[in-house]
DNA sequence: CCTAACTTGACACCGGGTGACACATCCAGC
DNA sequence: GCTGGATGTGTCACCCGGTGTCAAGTTAGG
């Protein structure tokens, strides 16, 4: 991340921001994310329905703002790639951390409903398939750098980039859909991993 | 599409959905998605608040509605395609539909504004982006049933026809980025196939 | 002409989200 | 130790998207 030791301030912060998520995923996986207002939230956490607002843009931040960071740490990871790697393989390994995510064992029983949710309600799918397009934007960016670094730039309004990182996202999508639809039992890895191993760039 | 004869008052709802979308349309492009209440909708087109949602459910769907349409005819047209094509050279030519959406030479000075209003709001691209989720599930249906028919079907769970579709999707709408971050100038069909040319599936 | 189905407008209401203001707290610097 | 400014919070008022309800109006059919 960007500044060096985050503060006290910013430490707090992170803090309040954790407990409100907690404790609404609690509740959205009690009573359902629709029946559950602001207000539930505020009052369950303890402060008022204007201050949950100070930390959380929107409802839908709540569950899928923590993608924001995971965004930031895709794009570092995959700028530590090896220039020499095959760009697929790359990508794969950049997914990494999303998997990380899934599959930890700690959290998997509390992330798993979450997931269920993201996917059953129309405004939050849009949103997560909006944060995956950001994510994807980002890694587009990174694309270009590392082919100017080899020599081979790509032009300005290319697809290629384009289309390559969105056929990676579009097969981590649909793995994470076939994951989930077959009761993520098998290891979200194998998963993605047989998805990408479908499709592949050319050249 | 489904009822044949759409009778009197299927045309006339049809009519009046038209409308609206047109008439909105030109309030969005003059005055910005945000800045234009559903009120202001009504009042242009000479109707009360309460009508507008009684012909669309949300004030989103009065721009991206449509492409639920273009969703059921790409998948008309994906059954059509020989059960012998390569199935990416299939993708290519349903999305063909979509293209003439696009480039259509009488539509374009009214659609282009519109898809860069898609692209600027978070909430319309998150939109968007579900719409095409939506038909990307159709697609690998109609994926499924054409390995059935050949004789080697996929597993249930198996995420391959979703990662195939999920590419397809991708490379389709890094081709749109690509298209409108160019200034809309060259034919979007030739962004587009240079997008898939740069992706294929393996096998 | 009368009635039943459908459409519409008017009104009330909910919930997400924002702006403004007042109050408390905490941490300077004097 | 006091004071003053930055920061955090609650409260209130408001906007807008979206829904339920009901009464009035329209249209088609007997």
New binding site residues.
């Given amino acids: 991340m960007g500044g060096r030791e985050p503060g006290?301030?910013e430490r707090t912060?992170r803090a309040?921001q954790q407990e409100i998520v907690e404790t609404a995923n609690g509740l959205f996986v009690a009573r359902g994310y629709e029946n559950?207002?602001?207000?539930d939230i505020a009052a369950a956490v303890?402060?008022?329905?204007?201050?949950v607002?100070?930390?959380f843009?929107?409802?839908?931040d709540i569950v899928v703002g923590k993608f924001d960071f995971v965004a930031q740490d895709m794009l570092v990871a995959l700028r530590a790639r090896p220039a020499a790697e095959p760009v697929w393989e790359s990508l794969r390994r950049t997914f990494d951390l999303l998997v990380a995510y899934v599959d930890a064992p700690g959290q998997h029983e509390v992330a798993e409903p979450m997931q269920r949710i993201v996917f059953a309600h129309r405004g939050l799918l849009a949103s997560y398939l909006e944060k995956l397009q950001r994510m994807q934007d980002a890694v587009v960016s990174a694309l270009r750098e590392r082919a100017e670094a080899s020599g081979r730039p790509y032009g300005a309004d290319d697809p290629v980039p384009g289309a390559v990182a969105g056929a990676a996202f579009g097969c981590l999508l649909a793995a994470q859909h076939a994951w989930l639809a077959g009761g993520a039992k098998d290891s979200f890895a194998g998963t993605l991993d047989r998805a990408m191993a479908a499709v592949a760039p050319r050249g």
Same sequence: chains 1, 2.
């Fill in positions: 006290l301030r912060r309040v559950t207002t602001i207000e303890g402060m008022s329905r204007r201050s607002f100070r930390y843009p929107t409802k839908e």
